[in-house]
């Protein structure tokens, strides 16, 4: 029989040994659940203070520091700061107007070569919504071009680029390399009826510097050009035009081309088409309106999908006439023109360039050149 002092030790041992588990059990916790670190208080400086703080700040560091701007700090003071941080201070500034900017570019899908740089620019106050920003764009050899606008941005068509672009407002800077041009292009084929703006469209697209195929047809049974399109494969086809209802026979190929990757421009009454109407991006107006430049069917329902690409005015009211959309891999884009070839013969000599332009811009935004799309 164990005696008192025996029963007692074995009391304490077996109490010991549970404080320890205990212990050792707090320990491991406390390990995986560390007590969150309290940041330093920071030191605040205005921009008018900001100097002699900066010169304090460097000379006897401290723990954190805070600037408030009212806009942008410039170039030094932003290095000043960073240079701070980098040296074991914790570093946060605030400005108040201080621009978002961001900018991409991607090549033009168009013979003739440029870039499309896209431009955002987003308002940090209410106020700042209405105030108009100047934007400059530039390369490594010098300016490319400028712009006023407001919160939103803007896009730049540019000729070409050397190397990095770069875009300013209000004391940012967002910089992007400049792409490289597309490595092919594919041929441009034209569905069209006989006649002047098949033609005209045609002759545009050739002197851009397109491949152009043709298919017209004169009535049901008589065709100028191949009697069906050539293969729709984006291997050798970057975009068909279609310009009106003469190609509602080849819907099912058109709609399998688009899916794969291809790209597909609907003018006028192209859209109407049922099996061409469910690539659409808008449903076009049943009956033509004329316009100074062209016969057009404004788009009037607009799929919740597609973007919108131009507005006009006619007859006083703010009409959309071109949009875009996704479908499959493949872009479509609408065009409510009907009869384009008048731009190119109005008394003007300027007319035939501004018709081939206008053109290469609606191919552009819808052509296949190779390599990943960017987003429409």
Request: net charge positive; proline share 9%; no cysteine.
């Amino acid at each position: 029989m164990r005696s008192l002092g025996d029963r007692a030790r074995a009391a304490a041992e077996h109490a010991f040994r549970a404080v320890a588990i205990a212990a050792l059990a707090l320990a491991a916790w406390q390990r995986l659940h560390p007590a969150p670190v309290r940041p330093p208080s920071a030191e605040r400086a205005d921009a008018r203070a900001l100097p002699v703080a900066l010169a304090r700040w460097t000379a006897a560091p401290v723990p954190a520091v805070h600037a408030a701007f009212d806009s942008l700090p410039d170039a030094p003071t932003r290095a000043w700061l960073a240079a701070l941080d980098a040296a074991g201070t914790r570093v946060t500034w605030q400005a108040t107007h201080a621009p978002a900017l961001a900018a991409s570019a991607e090549p033009i899908a168009d013979p003739a070569g440029g870039l499309r740089v896209d431009v955002a620019l987003a308002a940090t106050a209410a106020a700042d919504t209405l105030r108009e920003t100047r934007l400059d764009i530039a390369d490594t050899l010098g300016p490319l071009d400028s712009a006023r606008a407001t919160a939103g941005g803007a896009t730049f068509r540019l000729g070409g680029a050397a190397t990095a672009l770069t875009v300013r407002a209000a004391g940012a800077t967002a910089r992007v390399p400049a792409p490289r041009p597309p490595a092919r292009f594919g041929a441009a084929i034209i569905l069209a009826r006989a006649g002047w703006e098949g033609k005209f469209t045609a002759a545009a697209l050739e002197e851009r510097g397109w491949t152009v195929r043709t298919r017209f047809a004169v009535d049901p049974d008589v065709v100028v050009g191949a009697p069906a399109p050539p293969r729709l494969d984006t291997n050798a086809v970057a975009v068909v035009v279609v310009l009106d209802s003469s190609a509602a026979a080849f819907a099912p190929a058109l709609a399998r081309y688009v899916r794969t990757g291809g790209g597909l421009v609907l003018a006028g009454e192209a859209a109407l088409v049922p099996a061409l109407a469910a690539l659409a991006p808008a449903t076009p107006a049943l009956t033509p309106i004329d316009d100074t430049a062209s016969s057009l069917r404004p788009l009037d329902q607009p799929r919740a999908d597609a973007v919108p690409l131009a507005w006009r005015m006619v007859a006083g009211t703010r009409t959309l006439v071109a949009a875009a959309r996704r479908v499959g891999a493949g872009r479509v884009v609408q065009i409510a023109d009907e009869a384009t070839w008048h731009r190119r013969l109005r008394p003007d000599p300027a007319a035939p360039a501004a018709h081939r332009a206008w053109w290469a811009q609606v191919l552009a935004a819808a052509a296949y050149t190779g390599g990943p799309r960017p987003d429409t």
